[in-house]
């Protein structure tokens, strides 16, 4: 179901985006054009960028952000309230919750990590009991371009997103151990914050042969050869 499908049903019910289910799986996409402040990406302070990534990603002021959002609609779902759009599975395996960014710059090592923490802080906002939980996937942030160029490999040849999304938080685990850390930070960095989209992007070339997207074919035939 599209957002704006439900938002005509229902203006005040604040769905996500794009709900999609898929094997028993239901997955959640926040679509956001976020920008970042220039004097803000210029100084490169990391606590000032980290509070803007929360401005962006969480809350402003008093508006919801794709990170608050998507754990409110998770409420939602758990608590059939996505019935009034004919969509309402009673029995589900996980849900998953996607922000989908329109831009390449915030494949950066670690945001995905603090997104992790900030979506356990907005569950515990929207009300969501840790009994609950265990049905609840971390988020993650893919770039669109991606998400897009891989569309037709998705869900074929038991590449699954919701596999996909399982192995990216298995991986990036994060290991306190200081030594872990110290020892070697740059192989640390690799293997626990990479970008999710790093990750989608290395998988699913490593398990297959990628194409060009047919969606993609058709537009530049329809732009270049048209007679």
Not at 1 to 24: H, L, T
Request: charged content about 30%; aromatic content about 14%; glycine content about 4%.
């Amino acid at each position: 179901r599209e957002g704006s499908y439900m938002e005509n049903i229902d203006p005040q019910f604040g769905a996500s985006d794009y709900v999609a289910e898929y094997k028993g799986n239901v997955f959640l996409f926040e679509s956001k054009d976020i920008l970042i402040k220039k004097e803000v990406k210029d100084k490169l302070f990391i606590p000032e960028l980290r509070e803007e990534f929360r401005r962006k990603f969480y809350k402003d002021g008093n508006s919801d952000k794709a990170v608050l959002q998507l754990a409110k609609n998770v409420k939602k779902v758990l608590d059939s309230k996505y019935s009034k759009f004919s969509f309402a599975p009673r029995k589900f395996r996980f849900i998953y919750p996607i922000v989908v960014v329109h831009s390449e710059a915030f494949n950066i090592l670690g945001l995905n990590q603090i997104l992790f923490q900030w979506f356990a802080e907005a569950c515990a906002e929207a009300g969501i009991t840790k009994k609950e939980m265990y049905k609840v996937k971390q988020v993650v942030l893919i770039d669109i371009s991606t998400m897009l160029y891989f569309q037709d490999q998705i869900n074929k040849n038991k590449t699954g997103f919701n596999d996909l999304i399982n192995g990216y938080i298995h991986r990036t685990r994060l290991k306190t151990k200081a030594s872990l850390m110290t020892r070697s930070p740059v192989k640390y960095g690799s293997d626990h914050m990479i970008p999710f989209s790093f990750y989608f992007d290395y998988t699913i070339k490593s398990l297959k042969k990628v194409h060009t997207p047919r969606i993609l074919i058709k537009v530049m035939q329809e732009l270049f050869f048209r007679r």
